[in-house]
């Protein structure tokens, strides 16, 4: 096993494409987006994206960001 492994736990967000599949991104690591056709396939693509996104930060040794988002839905009535 490899010990220079470590968990990362990020929030990412999905939305819905007018014209079909989902668009995904990770707030917390800029520019880190993905799509897939369906929520599934998206949920893969931005796992990959941010496993990369992560190697690039390690190969530059550069710090890999720790998310403190905190997500809260709320519903408004207007």
């Given at each position: 096993m490899d010990n220079n492994k470590q968990i990362y736990n990020y929030t990412v967000l999905l939305?819905?494409?007018s014209?079909?599949?989902y668009h995904a991104f990770c707030p917390i690591l800029?520019?880190?987006h993905s799509q897939?056709?369906?929520f599934e396939e998206a949920i893969d693509n931005i796992t990959e994206a941010i496993e990369l996104y992560i190697e690039s930060l390690k190969a530059e040794n550069l710090s890999i960001?720790?998310?403190n988002l905190?997500?809260?839905p709320l519903s408004i009535l207007a």
């Open positions: 939305e819905k494409e014209d079909g599949g800029k520019g880190c897939g056709d369906s960001p720790k998310e905190i997500v809260k």
